[in-house]
């Protein structure tokens, strides 16, 4: 008796736990040998979870990675290491400013929430798990483009200013966004106050793997009278926080 389309997928989502490229990827040829099916078949199966999101592929390397769509599902095990590195991290953050922390990750051109630790003030703020912001009017999307040319940054958030807004804080052109990208990375932190809503500021930074590449980023949002005058403190706890997860993950490593 053959196996079901379910054991079918199922085998070749396990299959990523196999010894692979840096990052968790595949090739294609990797997979099928994995699990012992035709390239061909392996192949139509990937592009199916592709359109899911529980799968994502490298435009340049043509390999496959695991989606965050799927690590979303998968945080509540805890066993994906920069969520499991960054849950406490965000705890500490929660207890130390009283606001709802997060960690979010680039999915294609928006800032994905993956994470969330609740506060226990009364007015709460801040993305939910699965939240996908535009990256040129929030904080997050613009601390993990830090590492980012004016070329891809250009690529990544033409189209979103293209559409108008009625948040007063929100950059209007290219020009503007730039100069915000610029200092912000100067400084480590980004802060983008009534930018995606009126009465809405959100403080961000960077988290790095042992590689020193963007992870994701970590974010406290709030309402803007709460911590407008607090940005430059809530930046300094992020970037600590950032550098603890960054050594954490390095550990896990070795």
């Given at each position: 008796m053959g196996d079901s389309a379910a054991e079918r997928?199922?085998?070749?989502?396990?299959?990523?736990?196999?010894?692979?490229?840096?990052?968790?990827?595949h090739s294609v040829s990797e997979l099928a040998r994995s699990v012992g099916r035709e390239r061909s078949?392996?192949?139509r199966m990937l592009k199916a979870l592709s359109r899911s999101g529980l799968v994502e592929?490298?435009?340049d390397r043509r390999t496959y990675r695991l989606g965050?769509?799927?690590?979303?599902?998968?945080?509540?095990?805890?066993?994906?290491p920069l969520v499991q590195a960054t849950r406490p991290a965000l705890q500490a953050l929660v207890a130390k400013t009283g606001e709802v922390a997060l960690l979010s990750v680039q999915e294609g051109n928006r800032s994905l929430t993956v994470l969330r630790e609740e506060s226990q003030q009364s007015l709460q703020a801040g993305g939910w798990v699965g939240r996908r912001s535009p990256m040129h009017c929030t904080a997050s999307g613009r601390a993990l483009m830090f590492d980012f040319d004016e070329e891809l940054i250009e690529t990544l958030t033409?189209?979103?200013?293209k559409i108008p807004t009625s948040a007063p804080g929100a950059p209007k052109d290219l020009a503007s966004?730039?100069?915000?990208?610029?200092?912000?990375?100067?400084r480590g932190y980004s802060v983008a106050s009534e930018e995606v809503e009126i009465g809405l500021t959100s403080v961000a930074a960077p988290v790095r793997d042992r590689l020193g590449h963007i992870a994701g980023v970590l974010n406290i949002s709030?309402?803007?009278s709460r911590i407008i005058t607090k940005t430059d403190s809530i930046g300094?706890?992020?970037?600590n926080a950032s550098r603890a997860i960054t050594q954490n993950l390095g550990s896990r490593r070795t």
């Amino acid at each position: 008796m053959g196996d079901s389309a379910a054991e079918r997928v199922a085998a070749l989502l396990l299959a990523f736990e196999n010894p692979g490229r840096a990052g968790g990827e595949h090739s294609v040829s990797e997979l099928a040998r994995s699990v012992g099916r035709e390239r061909s078949q392996v192949s139509r199966m990937l592009k199916a979870l592709s359109r899911s999101g529980l799968v994502e592929q490298d435009p340049d390397r043509r390999t496959y990675r695991l989606g965050w769509n799927l690590r979303i599902l998968s945080t509540g095990a805890g066993n994906y290491p920069l969520v499991q590195a960054t849950r406490p991290a965000l705890q500490a953050l929660v207890a130390k400013t009283g606001e709802v922390a997060l960690l979010s990750v680039q999915e294609g051109n928006r800032s994905l929430t993956v994470l969330r630790e609740e506060s226990q003030q009364s007015l709460q703020a801040g993305g939910w798990v699965g939240r996908r912001s535009p990256m040129h009017c929030t904080a997050s999307g613009r601390a993990l483009m830090f590492d980012f040319d004016e070329e891809l940054i250009e690529t990544l958030t033409t189209d979103d200013l293209k559409i108008p807004t009625s948040a007063p804080g929100a950059p209007k052109d290219l020009a503007s966004l730039l100069q915000r990208v610029h200092l912000e990375r100067i400084r480590g932190y980004s802060v983008a106050s009534e930018e995606v809503e009126i009465g809405l500021t959100s403080v961000a930074a960077p988290v790095r793997d042992r590689l020193g590449h963007i992870a994701g980023v970590l974010n406290i949002s709030a309402p803007t009278s709460r911590i407008i005058t607090k940005t430059d403190s809530i930046g300094q706890l992020l970037i600590n926080a950032s550098r603890a997860i960054t050594q954490n993950l390095g550990s896990r490593r070795t």
